[in-house]
C-alpha cells in the first residue's frame, strides 16, 4: 500500500544546538510566543516539546503571576517526560519540579486522581 501522507522535515543540525537558555531552537520560537494566550505545538518525535512545555509553564508561574499549571498529555509515557528536570544548569532561570503526589502518571496513592486534582485545584500548592 502506497504512503497516503508523507512528511519530510528539513534535517540541518540546528534543531540539537541550545543557546545561553539551553533551549533548542523549537524551543525559542515557542517561548518567544510565551505571552500568546494559546499555542499550537506540532513537532517531530523527540524534538523537545515536553521540555519546551516545561519553559513555558515555568515562565507562567514565575513571570506572568499564574499560580498554577496543569501538563495534560494522552499518554502516561508522555508523562514520564514531565519529571523532575535540571533546566538551570544549561541558563534557564528555574528547574522542573513536580511533587510526586501531584504526578498523576505514576501509578497508585490513596486518592483517586480526580480527588488529587480537586486538592490541587482547591489548595495553595
Aim: proline fraction near 5%.
Amino acid at each position: 500500500m502506497p504512503n497516503l501522507v508523507e512528511v519530510n522535515y528539513e534535517q540541518t543540525g540546528q534543531s540539537t544546538k541550545t543557546n545561553s537558555m539551553g533551549m533548542r531552537e523549537m524551543q525559542a520560537r515557542v517561548y518567544s510566543a510565551r505571552n500568546s494566550q494559546y499555542i499550537l505545538l506540532k513537532a517531530p518525535p523527540a524534538s523537545g516539546k515536553s521540555r519546551a512545555l516545561m519553559f513555558l509553564a515555568l515562565d507562567k508561574l514565575h513571570n506572568q503571576g499564574i499560580s498554577k499549571a496543569i501538563v495534560a498529555v494522552p499518554e502516561k509515557i508522555i508523562g514520564g517526560s514531565f519529571a523532575d528536570t535540571n533546566l538551570t544548569s544549561s541558563g534557564f532561570f528555574a528547574d522542573w519540579k513536580v511533587k510526586p503526589h501531584l504526578n498523576l502518571c505514576s501509578p497508585g496513592g490513596e486518592t483517586s486522581k480526580v480527588e488529587r486534582v480537586k486538592e490541587f485545584l482547591a489548595g495553595d500548592e
